[in-house]
């Protein structure tokens, strides 16, 4: 078995709720094995993806609802259901190492009871480890031929050291006016570095509320319910946000694939809303979970490839870092526009819920098994 770091699961419980059934609107891909399974005996409920590699997969209700095993919230072929469903909450994600992360827009992991996370993705990880270790040997060479180009063009900057000073600045993090200053740091310097960066007061609001409005809406800028996150709230409604350019569409997706309108806003009416009490240290945490996910290196990786690596791995990391958490802040002001959430601790877990979803499917350069 290969190595496997358990760290963002350690002492973690993750529970399955019966009425939530969210990660049942991810359509389960089929991996070859259990084809014949789904062959023999639900021959209609077999598909192939729209994606490139057309990998098999399941159907959805009215193809866009649940999935089509879904029913009154409970899987009706579960000791049969697909690996895909097995491991969510779970994602391993495969660079030159596998790491185990945990989607937190699973509601059961935020309930602190249920079965032991390490433990639940270690037994996971066993009945998948042939797949672990194709993926590891195909994504090291990935990684290598990325490094190697990243010293080649002088932007591969020490990714521990710039951890080390994310982590021993994490509550500036979640200060608008030092993500400013970093944001303009990295565009202007060739290789920045958090030394003696103070928050800029002055800052231009309206370009800070532009670029989180950006980040946030571009998840959401479809009108089909299978393209945008799903956020499961605390009465266990699926909730969807559907954006154009002039309006966001807020709907609840019923177990049968139908939408009910609940409202809607033009996206000028949402504005960047402070944090309130107890906001900024769940802010914090998940900034730090972000902070040590490989995931989230491999999505900023990914980007330094796709501008060419013209930016230095710092500029690209820590810009990266503002832009993720500047789209959470505007959609934790969204969800308080549309239900009043808050911006407290409460709001910000909330938008937690709703983001890491999109977060986990950021291109990388890696990729989840
Ligand atoms: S999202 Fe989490 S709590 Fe909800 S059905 Fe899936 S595993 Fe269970
Ligand atoms: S097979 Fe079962 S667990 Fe998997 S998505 Fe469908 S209903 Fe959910």
Redesign the pocket.
Known sequence: MPEIDYSEVMGRKVECPEQCGMC?LCQ?EVLPQEVPFFRTNHPKSLIRSKSQDRHFC?TMKKGHGS?G??NGRR?D??PN??TF?RQFPYHFYVSDKIHVELDLSCRGAWTGKGNDAAEEARQLAEASEKRLENALKEATSVYRDFYSICRDAGVMSDVSMIRMALSMNLDKFTDLAYLAKIMERSLEEPKMNLDGLSPDRQFDMSEMEEAARDAALSSMSSDDPMCVPVYCDPQWNWNMFMATKDRIRWSVMDDEGDLEERGSASPDEIRLKPLEEGGAEVLRDYIRTLNNRESFLGSVFYMMDQLDYEDDLANAYYGSMCVVILDLLWRASMLDHFMGTGMGADGIREAIIFYDMDRLDAPTIGAFV
């Open positions: 049942c389960p399941l999935c095993f879904l899987c072929i579960y259901r697909p469903c």
